[in-house]
């Protein structure tokens, strides 16, 4: 009866083990930001240093300021993946948006 008793206190110490989760170790560590939506005062800034920088004619490393910038002004971190698509949709899709930037980059100039 002992001898059986052991055996289940064994085997259910065996199944906490394996249930507990355990830590991924991958071998990149790379940031994950959350694709939250993005406010207009955003957009406005992401339009506008694209507009000044030429971004569809060169791509190397405005990104990057734009990442910055936003960071900096908004304290709000976007991948860059993240502010490319959505550069690509306000041109794309969202052209009401689109314009109602472009009016007010008109205006404050």
Known sequence: MAETQQMRANYSNEEEVEESPKPETS???RRR???SNMFFGEMLEMVDILKKADYDGQKAKIMVK???SL???FGVRRSKDHL???WS???LREHE???KIWRVL???K
Do not use: C, E, T, W
Request: charged letters at 45%.
């Open 106 to 108: 008109q205006k404050s």
């Open 33 to 35: 930001f959350k694709a």
């Open 89 to 91: 949709d306000l041109k």
């Open 66 to 68: 734009v990442v910055k």
């Open 84 to 86: 490319r698509k959505r």
């Open 97 to 99: 948006q689109y314009r």
């Open 71 to 73: 960071h900096r002004n």
């Open 27 to 29: 071998g990149s560590r």
